[in-house]
């Protein structure tokens, strides 16, 4: 079953949901997509972006879609 987000959430709040959602460490899902913890930390707190590719890597893992995830707010 695919996770649904509220629009007025940032993505990195959308990501953080989708990974406690999961039942997954920030360390687990930084390992999978082959980046540091730090950097992962960073993608949660909107200090980055991932790129297109992880961020595909990451709806894959944490069972759920890349527009969920990347959708501007409304």
């Known amino acids: 079953m695919k996770k649904k987000f509220t629009p007025s959430e940032t993505f990195g709040a959308r990501l953080?949901?989708?990974?406690?959602?999961?039942?997954?460490?920030?360390?687990?899902?930084?390992?999978?997509?082959?980046?540091?913890?730090?950097?992962?930390?960073?993608y949660e707190l909107g200090l980055v972006e991932p790129s297109l590719v992880t961020a595909y890597h990451l709806s894959r893992l944490l069972d759920t879609t890349l527009d969920d995830l990347l959708r501007p707010e409304r």
Request: aromatic share 4%; with cysteine.
């Open 16 to 42: 953080r949901q989708a990974r406690l959602a999961a039942g997954l460490t920030q360390a687990a899902v930084a390992a999978h997509i082959c980046v540091d913890r730090s950097t992962y930390t960073k």
